[in-house]
């Protein structure tokens, strides 16, 4: 007896899957009596709306494989086998979006993302491919080295159930929020009460509208009916359902309909909807604007809003992939010399006139040159010979590198008390004048004042 009822006592709470702190569903149930599970629970469309916004969001991001430079500086590691892994193709079968999309969205629900990562003979990475985290646990072996155990099925390739052992150089896991650092929790398990309720009043509306958007009632008759179950579906097969809504019924020997249910407003069916939206928003951190709920949005702040979703709730996510990445799939050395990066400046950007007005800032004070501005707006470089290249400053917009050229020094210091006027004069009796016999145009002054060109 003891042992029925501590199954029942605990069947409702978040059990423990791995050596850990991976919290996962033992039953699903929950207070409004719905069962709620990772897969049940995308059925609710503010949780599939959140996973797909925020697992397209990272799998859009453009990554790269980075390669630090002697000079300080970094550069893109094309040649790198990682780089068209990550980028591109991870494996035969799947495309980089793709791939990233998977994982994330195992992220989200499962609070736990697994990729099994394959190598050649050389231990350099060939493949990766996502693996389900409902089958995966981690654990600790005696000497308390981690390993991952995953359990096949006949729905994957191979047709088996077999139990795989893998080592963590050759599994990539990006954990979620947990208790000890190695396995996240569940974000579902974690909030299966609140997105419970949301099930419960989107079934309670769609029963309200199936059974003709009318309460349910009682039929009163003055006498005995002998089969009351046949008045029942007898009234149900004209009266029940959206089909039927609106018709009049027509009673006979002193049948009376009274009905007994609260109406939708006054049970606040509406205000409780809109709500368990916002609850699941917040459960993931995503603006509720974004799953089309403008109540409290408008043009001022949406935007700030979206900024705030990329700093506050991309960037964590980012930073798991990045160093989940560098951790796993670089070797010791590689570590020193590369390094994976997301680029989320194109979420980053704002609206075109505030783009020109930030690129022509950085134009004319020499840290952005035309190709540097032209690579972000994805546009053709420019030759370098044509000036594509060239960081310029203001002034009449001079090479950085000849920047003070004319400046007037005295034993290696600016002469801050004398104004110095060059003329330059091509045969020329004035400064700015011309020469009458070759026609030739005249020279303009150029004026400098402090080694300034005024």
């Not at 179950?229 to 809504?245: K, L, P």
């Amino acid at each position: 007896m003891g042992i029925f009822s501590g199954l029942f006592k605990s069947r409702d709470k978040p059990t423990n899957r791995t050596a850990g702190s991976g919290y996962a569903f033992y039953m699903g149930g929950t207070t409004s009596g719905k069962v709620v599970t990772e897969r049940s629970a995308m059925q609710m469309t503010a949780v599939y709306s959140c996973v797909r916004i925020l697992a397209e969001a990272i799998a859009g991001l453009p990554i790269h494989l980075y390669h630090y430079r002697k000079d300080g500086g970094k550069e893109k590691a094309i040649d790198h086998p990682l780089y068209q892994l990550l980028h591109d193709e991870p494996n035969p079968e799947m495309s980089s979006f793709v791939f990233r999309e998977t994982l994330m969205t195992h992220l989200l629900l499962w609070g736990n993302a697994y990729a099994q990562v394959i190598r050649n003979g050389r231990g350099e990475v060939v493949a990766l491919y996502p693996l389900m985290p409902n089958k995966m646990t981690v654990d600790r072996d005696k000497n308390g080295r981690l390993f991952y155990q995953y359990q096949m099925s006949t729905d994957e390739p191979g047709g088996k159930y077999e139990t795989v052992i893998l080592s963590p150089s050759d599994v990539l896991h990006i954990p979620g929020l947990g208790f000890d650092g190695l396995v996240g929790y569940s974000p579902i398990a974690m909030a299966k009460n609140a997105i419970g309720l949301a099930m419960a009043t989107e079934e309670y509306g769609s029963k309200f509208f199936a059974n003709g958007a009318a309460p349910s009632g009682v039929l009163e008759h003055p006498g005995t009916i002998k089969d009351p179950q046949r008045v029942r579906e007898s009234w149900m097969s004209q009266f029940g359902g959206s089909q039927n809504s609106g018709k009049i019924a027509v009673l006979e020997e002193g049948l009376k309909y009274t009905p007994i249910s609260i109406s939708p407003e006054q049970a606040q069916f509406l205000e409780t909807r809109k709500f368990q939206i916002n609850e699941i928003a917040r459960i993931f951190r995503v603006p509720p604007h974004m799953l089309a709920d403008l109540e409290k949005s408008s043009f001022s702040n949406i935007e700030q809003q979206s900024l705030e979703f990329v700093k506050y709730t991309l960037d964590p996510w980012v930073i798991r992939w990045e160093q989940s990445i560098q951790r796993t799939l670089l070797s010791p050395g590689e570590k020193r010399e590369y390094f994976v990066k997301f680029n989320v400046e194109g979420l980053l950007r704002g609206d075109y006139q505030s783009r020109m007005n930030g690129y022509a800032t950085a134009r004319q004070n020499g840290w952005m040159s035309a190709n540097d501005i032209r690579e972000l707006e994805n546009l053709d470089r420019i030759p370098a010979e044509d000036g594509g290249d060239l960081y310029l400053i203001n002034g009449n917009m001079l090479p950085l590198a000849d920047a003070g050229a004319f400046a007037n020094t005295k034993n290696g210091k600016e002469d801050s008390d004398e104004e110095v006027l060059e003329v330059e004069e091509q045969d020329g009796d004035e400064p700015g004048g011309s020469d009458a016999d070759d026609g030739t145009d005249a020279v303009p002054q150029r004026h400098h004042r402090r080694g300034k060109l005024v």
